[in-house]
C-alpha cells in the first residue's frame, strides 16, 4: 500500500540560521526582561511548581543513597564510641584493682616495716618471684639472693608470724620452704605455759603439727604456738601458729597436735628474711630441711 503523507502548503519553512537567531534574540529578551522586571516572576512560580514533582523523583535515588550512607556512618560511629566506651570502662576498672592492690601492698610493707623493728636481727625485704607448680612441696621463689646476704637456712617472716625457711639459693633468687612443707622443723614452745615442742610441716590440709605429744604435756585447744630461740635459727617469741586440734594415735600411744599457720603467705607478696649470722646457720644445720 501506498503510504499517506501530509500535504504542505509551503515547500521550505525558515532556515535553521534564521531560527537560532530568532531563539537567541528570544532569550536575550527574557534575560533583560527578567533582569529589570518582574513580570516573568508568576510565570517562573507556576514553572516552578510544575516541575518539583519531577525535581524530587529526580533527586529521589541520590536521597535515598546519602539517607542509608548517613545511617551506615551513625551505625559505625556509634559502634566505635560502645567499644571506646567499653575498652575504656576495662582500663578503668584495671585501674582500680590496681590502685587497691598497690594500696593493700603499702598496708603490708608498713606492717612488716613495724615487724622489722621489733625483731633485732637485720633484714631484708623480698618479693614473691613465681611460685613453683609443685603440689607436693610448698615452696615460694623470691626477687633477691645471695648478692643481698640472703643463706640457706635463714628464716622468712611476715606480719603474722614465721612463714617458712629459705632452702636453696642463687645470686639473685632465693627458694624458701613454707612451715607446712614436710621437711621443715620449726622448736617452739606454748606461749600460755612455756612447754618446749617441735612443729612439723607435711599436714595434708596445710597444717603444722606437733608429734609425739604424752598425757605430760599441757596442751589445749586455742594454744599460740611461738619460736623458742632453741638452736638460734629462729629468733625467739616469733608467732608460728595456733592450735586447732589435738589427735590421739592409738597406734603409736601418743597425740598429735595440728596447728594452723599464722602467716599468710597465700596473702602476701612481700616478706621479710632474717639475716642469721652464717656461725648460727652452721650449729642450726640440724634443722635445716635437705633435698
Not at 599436714?203 to 605430760?216: D, G, P, Q, V
Request: cysteine-free; aromatic content about 6%; proline content about 6%.
Amino acid at each position: 500500500m501506498q503510504e499517506q503523507r501530509s500535504i504542505r502548503l509551503f515547500k521550505r519553512g525558515p532556515s535553521p540560521e534564521v531560527r537560532l537567531a530568532i531563539f537567541i534574540a528570544l532569550s536575550v529578551v527574557l534575560l533583560i526582561t527578567d533582569a529589570r522586571w518582574t513580570v516573568l516572576e508568576p510565570a517562573r512560580q507556576a514553572l516552578s511548581m510544575v516541575i518539583y514533582p519531577f525535581q524530587r523523583v529526580v533527586m529521589a535515588p541520590a536521597a535515598v543513597v546519602q539517607h542509608v550512607d548517613t545511617w551506615m556512618n551513625a551505625t559505625a560511629l556509634v559502634h566505635t564510641e560502645k567499644e571506646a566506651l567499653q575498652r575504656q570502662r576495662i582500663e578503668l576498672a584495671q585501674l582500680s584493682t590496681h590502685a587497691a592492690q598497690l594500696a593493700a601492698e603499702n598496708e603490708q610493707l608498713r606492717r612488716l616495716l613495724q615487724v622489722a623493728d621489733k625483731v633485732t636481727q637485720p633484714a631484708v625485704a623480698v618479693e614473691i618471684f613465681y611460685e613453683p607448680p609443685n603440689a607436693f612441696n610448698r615452696r615460694l621463689v623470691f626477687n633477691k639472693g645471695s648478692e643481698h646476704g640472703i643463706l640457706p637456712g635463714m628464716p622468712v617472716i611476715d606480719e603474722g608470724g614465721v612463714v617458712g625457711q629459705i632452702v636453696r639459693v642463687t645470686p639473685y633468687t632465693s627458694e624458701a620452704a613454707l612451715i607446712t612443707d614436710d621437711k621443715v622443723s620449726i622448736p617452739v614452745q606454748v606461749l600460755r605455759n612455756g612447754v618446749r615442742l617441735v612443729a612439723f610441716g607435711g599436714h595434708s590440709a596445710a597444717k603444722i603439727e606437733a608429734r609425739y605429744l604424752t598425757n605430760e604435756d599441757d596442751l589445749h585447744v586455742g594454744d599460740t604456738l611461738i619460736t623458742s630461740g632453741v638452736g638460734g635459727l629462729f629468733p625467739a617469741g616469733l608467732p608460728v601458729a595456733e592450735v586447732e586440734s589435738l589427735e590421739f594415735d592409738p597406734a603409736t600411744g601418743f597425740a598429735v597436735a595440728v596447728g594452723q599457720p599464722l602467716s599468710h603467705p597465700e596473702r602476701y607478696r612481700h616478706f621479710l628474711v632474717l639475716l642469721v649470722e652464717e656461725l648460727q646457720l652452721l650449729q642450726a644445720d640440724n634443722a635445716l630441711p635437705h633435698e
